[in-house]
């Protein structure tokens, strides 16, 4: 059995910068400024967006934790409203949804998710772009913890919890489009499936030694071997 968990930006869908601008938005409603401009949001948790933007702003962890909360419901409200305006402009990318149906063809592969994003940001996300959210029967976010190498054990728990699948690492696999994404597969064992969709070129991505890196998801019949044969 394999738990094929994905990454949602620059891998499953583009929004046209909708999450940035959100999180600008409500970082500057509630700590009043949003940090660099230069920094990078890809391959990050959300909450280790707001901790790294407002530390370089001068506040305490202290205040940062505090606020926590805040941020994160301010921004999942200004993401909505991002997502309504955008629609037009956010898109799948190619042979994503032909994947994630051949994957869920077979008894031998669970679809999942593992992202940076939290969970109410995540489900409006795929939601705008026309993905149920329901077929991604596995999750583990941001909000779930602010280190990115955490969220493999926290899929783990869940299928065992939800679907009774007693996985190990070496069961899962990872498809992304950063190095983030490669080393927290990396962290236990998983396999690392990357792709050159985000802001990372395939050679970039491959200088991190994936067990495959991918221009595009197109190529369906490719990526599943990639997912299934070591």
Known sequence: ??????DIDGT????????????TAALTRVFGGAGPTEYR?????DPQIVRDLM???GHSDETIDA???????????????????????????DGVADLITALESRADAVVGLLTGNICEGATLKLSAAGLDVGRFRVGAYGSDHAHRPELPAVALRRAR?????DLRGEDLVVIGDTP????????????AVAVATGRFSVAELAAHAPAAVFATLADTDAVMEAIFDA
């Open 67 to 93: 606020r926590m909360d805040s941020v994160a419901s301010c921004y999942v409200s200004l993401l909505e409203q991002e997502l309504a305006t955008g629609r037009r402009t956010m898109r799948v990318f």
């Open 161 to 165: 919890e939800s679907l009774g699948l």
């Open 55 to 57: 530390r370089a702003e």
């Open 12 to 23: 499953i869908l583009w929004s046209d910068g909708a999450g940035r601008r959100a999180m």
């Open 180 to 191: 983030s994404d490669i080393e927290c597969a990396r962290s236990v064992g998983a396999r």
């Open 41 to 45: 949001y890809d391959g990050k948790t």
């Open 1 to 6: 059995m394999k738990l094929v968990l994905f």
